[in-house]
């Protein structure tokens, strides 16, 4: 089975490229195996069909190899060995990942012993029985920054938590979650779109998941002198929650259009018309 790339076909060993070239994670059964003087091993397809040893996975169960797109942390009292490739042809590189750290996972496959293995690098494979994969689904959310006032939170270019972006986001604005990423400990990282992720213990969710994520998250009530604003509990409601002064600042949760009448979440069943406000800032 081929293990990295797109492989070359040569007419014969050292000989010259035929053209046609082999995908990665395609199966194909070699019928005979040769050395050069070099060290070389090579695999005969049929006829004059050959290629390098340095792609293969010789011993890989017909159709168990998979790209993978997560992330796998090394279990608790672990230490997982690197190997240059999975099975019998695998050699140990010498490096060792070690428990609790985090790596990206890119393709999975099993071995004619039954042992499965996660690609965590080009020539690089580790043996799944030492690492937990995280489990990412889509999930779909509004969620708001919680942290110190004043504050913000960093983004993350992977659901690892270590690698940040420089970007962070301030307490009390509000975002939409497109996805999400459970470790096997239970922490879980929100996707907020592309390589951007944040950590769901800073966040809480919005008290409408209805409502439109936003980036700016203040507003100022504005309505002539002497007049108040009530909120509501919910967009359209007939039931006031409590009364905002002219010049009032509130923090925006989100944003909710009914009946082509905006409307803003400013606390927990509390909304007020836009209409009210210089819009949000």
Avoid at 219 to 227: C, D, F, K, L, R
Wanted: charged share 15%; hydrophobic share 35%.
């Amino acid at each position: 089975m081929q293990q990295e790339g797109q492989t070359a076909i040569y007419d014969k060993a050292n000989g010259n490229i035929i053209g046609q070239r082999l995908l990665v994670g395609t199966d194909w059964r070699a019928f005979r195996q040769y050395t050069d003087g070099k060290g070389m091993t090579w695999y005969n397809l049929g006829g004059d069909q050959w290629i390098k040893g340095t792609g293969v996975i010789l011993d890989a169960r017909l159709g168990s190899y998979k790209k993978l797109q997560t992330v796998g942390t090394v279990k608790k009292d672990k230490t997982a060995t690197v190997y240059s490739l999975p099975g019998t042809m695998g050699k140990a590189t010498g490096q060792k990942l070690t428990e609790f750290t985090a790596w990206k996972v890119f393709a999975t496959v099993v071995t004619a012993d039954g042992q499965r293995w996660y690609q965590v690098g080009t020539n690089q494979w580790v043996k799944a029985a030492d690492v937990d994969l995280h489990t990412i689904e889509p999930f779909q959310d509004v969620v708001v920054i919680d942290y110190a006032p004043g504050y913000g939170v960093n983004v993350w270019s992977t659901p690892l938590g270590n690698q940040a972006t420089g970007q962070r986001l301030q307490t009390g604005s509000t975002w939409k979650v497109f996805a999400k990423s459970t470790d096997a400990y239970g922490n879980v990282f929100y996707n907020l779109g592309g390589n951007q992720w944040i950590n769901k213990a800073y966040t809480k969710q919005a008290l409408s998941a209805a409502g439109q994520a936003i980036h700016k998250n203040t507003t100022t009530i504005n309505v002539p002198s002497g007049q108040n604003v009530k909120t509501w509990t919910a967009p359209g409601s007939k039931v006031a929650a409590a009364t905002l002064t002219k010049t009032t600042k509130v923090r925006v949760l989100s944003i909710k259009k009914l009946n082509n009448v905006q409307w803003y979440q400013v606390g927990e069943k509390q909304w007020i018309e836009a209409t009210h406000t210089n819009g949000v800032k």
